[in-house]
């Protein structure tokens, strides 16, 4: 465990420890198209040693999976004083959760050991007052990436992240992370409940995990937030700020328009709307550009516009996902700049996605319900007893069946 740990010292770069990497301790990053063994020799290791040292992590290590920029490190020792430092201890971390430790065990073998981090997993909050965007807004907050994607993929159901989300809009998230041995937060864990406040009106929803039933988030009535169409077709965090845009002519709807734009950086990740077969993945002379257009139901149809380039396998016929991937935000066609466009077909002709009421999933009831309620009132007394945030300390949940 001690050398785990001055390992991980090492690997981290903290100087100050007991075990301080010495000047004959040398980090190496892996190279696009490089492998671990040409590593090893790059690092000047003799080539019988390299392919021992790659052949003592067979069934422990997969050393395909290891990525560019991957640190790998090694230390340096000399049988004597005067005599030259060889290679002893090889390390490196292959997932944030284990080191990989490989050291010398006598001239020209090598034995690799699986060293386990301890990492704690704790509760948190995060929030803050939107004034900016949302994106900007969770960074201030500390909040993890992985947990505003989650955020966002939660509330896409029922927010336009384009135009429902205004400046002094808030949000207020629980959720997991965990901390190494040294005290860093090294990852997210899981998106537990949150709030997020639009004009003054709450939405809350909370994770719940029926028996035998996935994971999901339901309003504090223990309603699911699955709804069949998504209001933000797209990665939400990469939306470039637009406040105030319901009512514009372009980027709101109107009859003219047919859609609803969304601001987004070329190559944003955009999503199915919902579950169905795409009718028309290509290029439309009429200004539209790359387009894809989904067909749901008899009733609905969606499209997707000006794109850059389609998502792998988009092709008419194909069967998508709600959120699958099925292209990329460009300027395609008659646009003036990267965005989606964005238009919902209900029997043919465009209606407003803005104003579009799907009707809500599932609903818990009897013995489910119960577990819910329990569930939702274990999570608000873990939430109540951590600190708000401060700049929703003004703000207080109404109830917790409000949405
Ligand atoms: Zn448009």
Redesign the pocket.
């Known amino acids: 465990m001690l050398r785990g740990m001055a390992l991980a010292v090492l690997m981290m770069g903290t100087a100050g420890a007991a075990e301080a990497p010495s000047s004959d301790d040398q980090r190496f990053s892996l190279r696009r198209g490089e492998t671990l063994v040409q590593v090893l020799l790059r690092a000047g290791l003799p080539a019988g040693e390299a392919h021992e040292i790659a052949a003592s992590l067979r069934g422990l290590v997969d050393v395909r999976d290891l990525k560019i920029g991957q640190d790998i490190l090694i230390e340096r020792r000399s049988a004597a004083p005067d005599q030259p430092a060889t290679p002893h201890r090889i390390g490196f971390r292959p997932a944030i959760d284990r080191d990989v430790v490989i050291e010398r065990v006598a001239a020209g073998a090598w034995a690799a050991n699986v060293v386990p981090r301890k990492l704690t997993r704790e509760i948190a909050r995060g929030g803050g007052t939107i004034t900016q965007s949302l994106a900007r807004a969770a960074e201030q907050a500390g909040l993890p990436n992985d947990i505003l994607i989650e955020l966002i993929r939660q509330f896409s159901f029922d927010v336009d992240f384009q135009r429902d989300v205004q400046p002094g809009d808030r949000f207020d998230v629980l959720y997991e992370r965990d901390r190494d041995e040294e005290g860093d937060i090294v990852r997210a864990g899981r998106l537990l409940a949150a709030e997020l406040t639009l004009s003054g009106k709450a939405l809350l929803l909370f994770r719940f995990e029926a028996p035998n039933q996935p994971p999901e988030f339901f309003t504090g009535a223990g309603a699911s937030v699955r709804k069949a169409l998504l209001k933000t077709p797209i990665d939400g965090a990469r939306l470039t700020s637009s406040f105030g845009m319901r009512n514009h002519p372009?980027?709101g709807f109107s009859r003219m328009?047919?859609?609803?734009?969304f601001g987004a950086p070329a190559g944003t990740r955009i999503h199915a709307a919902g579950d169905g077969v795409v009718e028309r993945a290509g290029f439309e002379a009429s200004g539209y550009g790359n387009v894809v257009r989904i067909r749901h139901t008899p009733e609905f149809t969606t499209l997707y516009?000006?794109m850059q380039q389609f998502g792998l396998g988009i092709r008419p016929g194909t069967r998508v996902r709600q959120g699958q991937v099925i292209g990329f935000v460009g300027s395609t066609g008659m646009?003036t700049g990267p965005?989606?466009?964005?238009?919902v077909h209900q029997r043919g002709k465009p209606i407003n996605p803005t104003a579009l009421r799907m009707p809500t999933g599932r609903t818990l009831t009897g013995p489910e319900l119960r577990q819910f309620e329990a569930e939702r009132a274990r999570l608000l007394r873990q939430w109540d007893a951590l600190p708000p945030p401060q700049s929703v300390l003004v703000a207080t949940r109404p109830d917790d069946t409000s949405r």
């Not at 328009?257 to 734009?261: I, L």
């Not at 965005?339 to 238009?343: A, G, K, Q």
């Open positions: 372009i980027l328009h047919s859609g609803v734009d516009a000006h646009s965005h989606l466009h964005y238009e």
